[in-house]
């Protein structure tokens, strides 16, 4: 391989493991939860990336429940079956 092809391999290698920089407006809300996080011993960049993990892992397990929910809706037999359940302790502390 030329010099000139090993350098563009490399350079190709070096932007694609490159993080990619962004700007962001904080308002005062965000920019105390920063400051919080820079205090703990993050770095900025640390601060915002974990943030946005964070919230990402939220997001789904969110949306993992809420179909986990709709799942159970859906399903007549464990309705059938929490109805009973409800019924009996109904009956249960109706009887004190």
Known sequence: MCRRSAL???QNV???RM???I????DEEADRALRTLEAAGLTQSEAIRTALLSEVRHRRR???LAAEVAALEADE???EEMLAVAELM???RASR
Request: a neutral charge; charged letters at 25%.
């Open 77 to 79: 037999v464990d309705r």
């Open 90 to 92: 109904e009956s249960l």
């Open 62 to 64: 969110s949306q993992e």
């Open 23 to 26: 700007s962001v407006g904080l």
């Open 19 to 21: 993080a990619r920089a």
């Open 14 to 16: 070096i932007q694609r």
């Open 8 to 10: 563009l391999v490399i």
